[in-house]
């Protein structure tokens, strides 16, 4: 603890010795500057969720992708994972058709345990596996306005699990669009999908409700079909010019299959259920002094019995799981002092888990969490913000810790800003992880152990540095937004590489890397969003088994080209790769992946009643698109409908 409080220190030293420099060598040019503080802003984006207070991409203490309303629908991504691959350094693949895998710094894992996705300031991994059950979210596409990338440790805003980064979804208010709203679509590989959304108004009440469907056969030559329903509701109350009350639902449903994971097993189908409920009230206390009380709760289960065919034996074994999620959080944001902005608050967390084939037992598994938090925006004049910000967790599994933050914003010429920052994070241990206690029966009377955790385990922990950069060039006019970094993880929980499974803190890594995006818009019918990352990772392998979702590639990039080519048609263009991923082991790196999405949309109707006809043509290179499934991801095609009423 002594020597990461003194690496914390130094680097904060590390970083006012960076950027001072230069904030001396700008001030004077600063004052003679024409252009205003506002104008410079106009045309970059306002951040909601890197420190909890409002922010312009600027003056934001960690760097952070937009991906707004005209990228989602120019992109033609059939899911959210999809979209996040328009943020530097994120990759995408594919266990089977409806388990997409986010990998961002090759250590995300399968189940994306160090990634926080929220929607709606609502934490959607599950407490079982402590991953994001993409296809089993109750989102559609249509109801999202946005989404914030914030890439590297955000643990001092959101607590344990924003470890690598954070990924924020904000849907649309209720009143942002009224009528009825309907999207048909049909492609490739079975796809169909049907959504019909309707909302309005009554007095101080907006209301939106949601009912969809959607059904594929999966990837290429696997079993992986999926049909899954879904259902949401949104209600936004005034209740005065002061209080106004937000009622969240949804639900998803389906069945999966599920490919064999080996020649002796078969074919099996997961039924899963998702739902939420959640609550909002906010208040406006005075001129930017604001607070809010949020209360949700998370529904998750999978039911699946799969078989094992042994010396004609055909062997049932169960894959039940459920679990649960209770969180209630009070925030209050202030601006006591004209320099000075701050967001407070504290949170109450209460998990819940059952599967008696998992965890050897019947009974629910138990884990409550506390969490005090603040953060502090300081204007010391000259374009300068010192920010800080610190998490104070306790938790059932691992007892109390502290993620801080510090960063430092200069704004060196007008349309320019540097940033320094060093955070500190941890990621907890899931229930998977400490109480696993996996076996299976053979008859008669054979027990055969897959899984048994030793628990006791410690919490991950990470300390980031980063200098960053944001640019405007207006005469081009174009926006960059740079960062350097390196990360240094300890106390990683891995497995062991013999039966039982067990978990243990035996990994460490140290990842130094560079992101990069670069956004141009020639003109008001064009848009042009360029992406880079270089990741260099450097990862102890104490298990020695070799695994694809813990490697990086060295290289990524990405491109999303949209033109506005009539007032009616447009098109789009999309561009993904990333070099080949090496291994663990002395094993062949996978190959590198590549794909390319073209997409046309002809647009109808009036403002009132919107609608479109969309084509997506998807891997047109027809081969490369997921290094590990490279066989099962061919070209595919997707015609879409929408309409409204």
Do not use: C
């Not at 680097?11 to 410079?40: K, M, N, Y």
């Not at 909601?48 to 005209?70: H, N, Y």
């Not at 596409?141 to 959101?158: K, L």
């Not at 926006?479 to 990360?487: G, I, M, P």
């Amino acid at each position: 603890m002594y020597a990461q409080r003194s690496a914390f220190l130094t680097g904060a030293a590390t970083v006012l010795l960076l950027i001072l420099p230069a904030i001396h060598a700008q001030a004077g040019a600063e004052r003679r500057a024409l252009p205003s503080e506002q104008s410079f802003f106009d045309t970059l984006p306002t951040v909601l969720s890197a420190s909890r207070l409002i922010q312009p991409l600027p003056e934001t203490p960690a760097t952070v992708t937009v991906i707004d309303r005209e990228l989602i629908e120019a992109s033609g991504a059939q899911s959210i994972p999809e979209l996040i691959r328009l943020a530097p350094g994120f990759q995408l693949s594919y266990v089977n058709g409806h388990t997409p895998v986010v990998n961002y710094h090759g250590l995300s894992g399968q189940y994306s345990r160090r990634m926080l996705v929220l929607v709606d300031d609502r934490a959607v991994y599950t407490p079982a596996f402590g991953g994001v059950p993409w296809s089993d979210l109750p989102l559609a596409i249509e109801e999202i306005e946005r989404i914030e990338v914030i890439h590297g440790p955000n643990a001092v805003s959101y607590g344990a699990n924003a470890f690598l980064g954070v990924i924020s979804i904000t849907t649309r208010t209720a009143a942002e669009e009224t009528g009825t709203h309907s999207t048909l679509g049909i492609g490739s590989n079975g796809h169909r999908r049907a959504l019909l959304r309707h909302a309005g108004s009554r007095g101080d009440l907006d209301y939106r409700f949601s009912a969809g469907y959607t059904r594929d056969n999966g990837l290429d030559n696997l079993e992986d079909g999926s049909r899954i329903h879904l259902l949401t509701g949104r209600a936004d109350l005034s209740l005065g010019p002061d209080d106004r009350l937000r009622l969240q639902l949804g639900y998803n449903g389906g069945d999966r299959e599920i490919p064999p994971a080996s020649a002796l097993q078969r074919t099996s189908e997961r039924a899963v259920t998702s739902s939420f409920q959640q609550l909002r009230w906010e208040r406006v206390l005075g001129r930017e002094d604001e607070l809010y009380l949020q209360f949700y709760h998370n529904q998750h289960r999978a039911d699946e019995t799969s078989r094992f065919d042994l010396d004609g034996l055909s062997l049932p074994f169960s894959l039940d799981i459920s679990d649960e999620r209770y969180d209630f959080e009070f925030q209050r944001s202030q601006h006591p002092l004209p320099s000075l902005r701050v967001a407070w608050g504290a949170g109450l967390r209460h998990d819940r888990v059952r599967s008696p084939t998992y965890f050897g037992t019947g009974k629910w598994l138990d884990s409550d969490l506390q969490r005090l938090f603040g953060s502090a925006e300081w204007n010391l004049g000259r374009g300068i913000l010192l920010q800080g910000g610190l998490m104070v967790e306790n938790d059932d599994l691992t007892g109390t810790h502290l993620s801080p933050r510090i960063a430092l914003n200069a704004r060196v010429a007008a349309g320019h800003t540097l940033r320094a920052a060093i955070s500190g994070a941890v990621r907890t241990p899931v229930l998977f992880e400490e109480a696993l206690d996996y076996r299976i029966h053979i008859p008669p009377g054979i027990e055969l152990p897959l899984g048994v955790s030793s628990g006791g385990l410690a919490p991950e922990r990470i300390l980031s540095r980063e200098v960053g950069y944001v640019g405007e060039f207006r005469s081009l006019p174009l926006t960059v937004n740079l960062k350097l970094y390196q990360d240094r993880l300890e106390e990683l929980v891995s497995y062991t590489s013999t039966l039982p499974l067990d978990y243990r803190n035996q990994d460490t890594a140290t990842v130094t890397g560079a992101e990069a995006q670069l956004t141009w818009r020639p003109d008001g019918d064009t848009r042009i969003l360029l992406n880079y990352a270089y990741t260099d990772l450097d990862r102890s392998n104490v298990s020695g088994i070799p695994s694809y979702y813990r490697s990086a590639p060295l290289h990524t990039a990405s491109l999303l080209a949209l033109r506005r080519l009539t007032p009616r048609l447009s098109g789009s263009l999309a561009w993904y790769w990333h070099s080949p991923v090496p291994t663990d082991r002395f094993d062949a790196p996978y190959d590198d992946a590549r794909q390319l999405d073209l997409r046309l949309a002809y647009g109808f109707g009036g403002r009132r009643r919107p609608g479109s006809f969309s084509l997506l043509a998807r891997n047109l290179l027809d081969a490369g698109a997921d290094p590990v499934n490279d066989d099962l991801f061919g070209a595919g095609w997707f015609l879409e409908l929408k309409a409204a009423f």
